[in-house]
């Protein structure tokens, strides 16, 4: 099993060759329309063909904002990188032990979905070499770039594609590692400890879709699959778990198939077999088409990843042109009876077969690639670029794309990276936050748990935190986790409230109240304090409640003796709680008791 | 090129060496398609083998099918990036022009017309100077004369230059001759050459007998316009809408689907075959005016021999006084002086102020709404017919090749 990573994260600073902000925008205020062109010499190794159809009269339409500058929307020459992004991947490359290249040169990959306005991807080498040491053995990071992010796609129209421009440009910082990862778990380690480095720069954008996860992977005797986009950490030995169990099983349908010596057959119009069919979908259509097959009985339905069959793998091939396929393992179903399944049985000569309902020139195309995957499968796995689902599981997206076609980008001149450049920089190297966990555990006495929790905070906050306030780092997490649980981030918010508490204004216990106020908009935290009754009172003031409640209750002390404090403590609790620590009460409860007896 | 390995440290790093800008690093094309530079000092570079380079030059083949149905177009080429090809390597965009080559990149254009590419030479229009042009204008000649309307790909930075040049001297115009360019180099999906030549070719094939300037019209892939030759300036370094008409609107409108929607009337034809009018006086300066302006670099002009000089005036078309006596001094020694404006929209009119008026006075010729580009091209062909002032202000002054509109109309 070979896994490797590929992690892409914005920087949050302008854009790579101008000076735009990269923020995303909402209203775009200018649309302009281009269409983008593939000259043959760059076909040389694609199938020419299928490219130039999949290309033919596609337009792009790039919606353009007030802030938007000529550089993006290709109408003039790029500025010269900018220097905080490449600063920031020169900072990410040594804390990943990386050496760094004398000379940077861009280079323009060509990319002509229509992302890019000019139809290339600006990136360059910035780190080679780099290493992650993880409990599981170290993974070798050979190259470390810097690239431009893509337009947003914003919907499809017949013939346009509509993108925004406000996220091209954006400086990107990709890390790709070998493939030396060996287990799903050490996979998912990689890339936290990767982000946790992206992290400590502080210069690395938040929010969904800043950083975006890419896996590789292969098995013996399967193929080099991507996932592209996987977000959830957490995901990424699922996504790996499933995906070799997928490679598996489509070796294990290749042997089988082998054996059955099952075969493709011809493709039947069975419009006439479905007259009277209560399916929605095959009334609906104009033309009804199956494809024959021999002794595929039982494998199109064969679960290969989670809630995803062999069936599936052919429907993701036949979605370029139509919504979905009917295999004969899952029939009768979808509305198709028995009765029915059996005619087509019949009229193929075969009880294993794929339908698929639409217009005739649709259909005949979707069952091209359901045969152009069944193909495959003899031979095993398609190297594919897959995206994930929630699941786990992944579909496919598009073949994986050949090597690169990469030239110099000839506008922008080769970027000298001095040795005092980096030496400025080594000394500005934030500390690694492995090292920074350890220093906080010991510095602050915190568990490994708390320590990871802060760590997955904002350890400077915490810090900044413990020098200013005399509060305990339980208290502070407490804080922290209550406020972001209520749906706040701003936890400059907290600062007041830890003050309050460390110059006792404020009861622990009165955290909560007060930052759900906050939550509601109300900062006005001395007037919570006095409606809620949040004020600490003093330990003389609450030992005379103590005292008159005890002597309330004298009969019961006298019945129950000892145990008597756990029903009193309630009683206590009542009145004081929120305003004197639990310990202290039950202090001098105990104390109180004592006396009676 | 050759194949290198570079040992830097505990790492060896092979691929093929690229050229470098930078004499003090050796840059390193990896393998996996990225260049690297490194410093020279301190690494040790091994020749390991040959690299023959990616890209090979198409071959010429065959004659294009010749259609019937299909007027002839030449497209000659100059130079510039708008036919051209990428080498894989190096990043070198170097000419691509043979029917092939251009077939592989606009392949539309040989549905419209019967395609007869031409070299005529390979330089950046910078470098373009009158002799070139002389040897544009004649081959043009050539082509016109065999039947075939004329595309000209030629580098942007004076193409209006070349389209005035063209206006003034190519006589007798049969088939229109339509210049083009790129603003986004070729070898980007994204060019806007394909469109402009696709449309140029598409214009030539029309009955409009002058010379023009075919480029985008907007900065979207729509649609081009159509510009006189003498009307039209590059007025944006690098957008593609960067040709536009002054003081007057374009001739035409091409969209990218083929529609030509024309703006004028269509000029009347001629007799006879076109022919080139070589008659030209090459000694003609074009000088803008400006606040610190010396009157020794009038002199030094005179002294050198020229023998007319545009003036780029300020405003209305002014220069400062103490120019007078250089002007006056040229002119007593026959140099001609016509005035322009800076402006670049609107017309000159030196009746308005007393400078003006002085300047008239003087001899200085005012050349309405010519555009000073336009008017040294303009002066070039004048000066190469008549030596004598009355002469040359009537021409001058005259409309000859739509260079002069009657009135400055409101776009």
């Known amino acids: 099993m070979k896994i490797g990573l590929e992690i892409h994260a914005q920087l949050n600073t302008k854009k790579l060759f101008c000076d735009c902000d990269t923020d995303l925008l909402d209203n775009p205020t200018k649309t302009i329309e281009r269409k983008l062109h593939v000259t043959v010499s760059e076909l040389e190794e694609v199938d020419r063909a299928a490219f130039e159809e999949s290309l033919k009269g596609k337009k792009h339409v790039y919606e353009a904002f007030d802030t938007s500058c000529l550089v993006y929307l290709d109408e003039e020459p790029p500025h010269e990188p900018n220097e905080e992004a490449i600063e920031t991947v020169l900072k990410v490359s040594l804390l990943l032990n990386a050496d760094i290249v004398d000379q940077i040169h861009f280079m323009r990959k060509m990319v002509i979905d229509g992302s890019n306005v000019s139809g290339f991807q600006r990136t360059a080498i910035v780190g080679l070499n780099g290493v992650v040491e993880t409990d599981y053995g170290n993974v070798e990071i050979p190259t470390i770039c810097i690239e431009e992010d893509a337009a947003r796609k914003d919907r499809e129209e017949k013939d346009r594609i509509f993108w925004k421009i406000d996220r091209l440009g954006t400086p990107l910082i990709e890390i790709a590692t070998s493939p030396s990862i060996k287990t799903p778990e050490q996979g998912r380690e990689v890339a936290l400890f990767i982000g946790n480095i992206l992290k400590a720069t502080k210069k690395i954008k938040r929010g969904i879709g800043t950083i975006r996860q890419d896996l590789n992977i292969s098995i013996d005797g399967g193929a080099r699959i991507e996932i592209k986009g996987v977000q959830e950490l957490n995901m990424i030995p699922t996504y790996i778990k499933e995906e070799v169990k997928r490679q598996e099983n489509l070796l294990k349908i290749k042997e089988e198939l082998e054996k059955r010596k099952a075969g493709i057959g011809e493709i039947y119009d069975i419009t006439d077999l479905f007259k009277d069919t209560k399916c929605k979908i095959i009334k609906k259509a104009e033309k009804i088409l199956a494809l024959k097959l021999k002794n595929f009985s039982g494998i199109l339905g064969m679960e290969i990843q989670k809630d995803r069959r062999f069936g599936s793998e052919l429907a993701d091939y036949a979605r370029k042109y139509v919504p979905g396929i009917f295999h004969s393992d899952e029939l009768p179903g979808y509305g198709i009876s028995e009765e029915e399944k059996n005619r087509v049985t019949e009229k193929l000569e075969s009880d294993s077969f794929v339908i698929v309902a639409s217009s005739k020139e649709k259909a005949e195309k979707a069952l091209k690639e359901v045969i152009k995957r069944i193909k495959i499968a003899f031979q095993g796995v398609p190297e594919e670029t897959r995206k994930p689902l929630e699941n786990g599981a992944t579909a496919y997206a598009r073949p994986l794309p050949g090597e690169a076609r990469m030239y110099p980008e000839t506008d922008v001149p080769p970027y000298n990276i001095s040795e005092e450049l980096i030496e400025k920089i080594k000394r500005e190297l934030p500390e690694l936050p492995r090292d920074k966990k350890i220093r906080l555990m010991k510095q602050y006495n915190l568990n490994e748990e708390n320590a990871t929790k802060i760590m997955a905070y904002d350890p400077d906050f915490f810090e900044e935190i413990m020098r200013e306030y005399s509060i305990k780092p339980t208290i502070f997490l407490k804080a922290v986790e209550i406020y972001r649980s209520l749906g706040c981030e701003n936890l400059e918010d907290l600062k007041i409230v830890f003050d309050y508490i460390s110059k006792n204004r404020l009861v622990k216990e009165g955290i909560e109240k007060v930052l759900e106020e906050f939550s509601k908009g109300n900062m006005d935290i001395e007037r919570i304090i006095e409606n809620h009754g949040l004020k600490p009172i003093t330990e003389s003031d609450a030992e005379e409640v103590i005292q008159r409640i005890v002597i309330q209750n004298r009969d019961v002390i006298e019945k129950k003796g000892e145990r008597a404090v756990s029903v009193l403590m309630g009683e206590c609790m009542k009145v004081l709680r929120g305003k004197v620590d639990g310990k202290i009460v039950n202090e001098i409860l105990r104390r109180e008791i004592e006396k009676i007896k | ?411």
């Open chain 2, 1 to 411: 090129m050759k194949r290198i390995r570079i040992r830097k440290g505990d790492h060896i790093y092979e691929g093929i060496e690229m050229p470098s800008v930078e004499e003090d690093y050796i840059v390193l094309k990896l393998d996996n398609g990225y260049n690297i530079g490194f410093r020279r000092e301190g690494i040790d570079i091994e020749v390991i083998g040959e690299f023959e380079g990616y890209s090979k030059k198409i071959e010429w083949k065959a004659e294009t099918k010749y259609r019937k149905d299909l007027k002839d177009v030449a497209i000659l080429g100059t130079g510039g990036t708008i036919a051209s090809k990428i080498d894989y390597t190096t990043g070198a965009v170097y000419p691509a022009f043979s029917p092939e080559e251009l077939e592989a990149m606009v392949p539309e254009i040989f549905e419209i017309a019967n395609i007869y590419p031409r070299e005529i030479f390979q330089i950046l229009s910078e470098n373009m100077d009158v002799d070139k042009w002389i040897k544009i204008g004649k081959t043009v000649v050539e082509e016109i004369n065999r039947g075939r309307g004329v595309v000209i790909a030629h580098g942007t930075d004076t193409m209006h230059y070349t389209a005035s040049f063209l206006s003034f001297t190519l006589k007798n115009l049969n088939l229109p001759v339509v210049l083009t360019g790129s603003q986004r180099s070729s070898d980007r999906p994204s060019s806007d050459s394909k469109m402009n030549i696709y449309c140029s070719v598409k214009f030539a094939t029309t009955d409009y007998n002058r010379v023009v300037v075919c480029m985008h019209g907007s900065m979207e892939d729509t649609f081009c316009y159509v510009h006189r030759g003498v009307k039209v300036r590059k007025n944006h370094t690098s957008r593609r809408d960067a040709f536009q008409s002054v003081n007057t609107k374009p001739v035409a409108r091409v969209s990218y689907d083929g529609k030509i929607e024309f703006f004028e009337d269509l000029p009347e034809k001629h007799e006879g075959k076109t022919y080139f009018d070589d008659r030209i006086e090459k000694k003609v300066f074009l000088l803008k005016v400006f606040p610190g302006i010396s009157p020794e670099i009038i002199d030094f002009l005179i002294d050198e021999g020229y023998k007319g000089i545009v003036l780029e005036g300020t405003g209305l078309g002014h220069v400062p006084s103490f120019l007078y006596d250089s002007i006056k001094k040229g002119i007593e020694r026959g140099v001609t002086f016509c005035m322009t404006s800076q402006c670049i929209n609107g017309r000159v009119n030196m009746n308005v102020y007393q400078t003006g008026r002085k300047l008239k006075a003087l001899g200085v010729i005012p050349c309405e709404d010519i555009l000073p580009e336009a008017c040294y091209t303009k002066m070039m062909h004048v000066l190469g017919h008549t030596e004598e002032y009355s002469e040359i202000k009537r021409l001058m002054r005259m409309n000859l090749s739509g260079e002069i509109t009657k009135d400055t109309v409101i776009l």
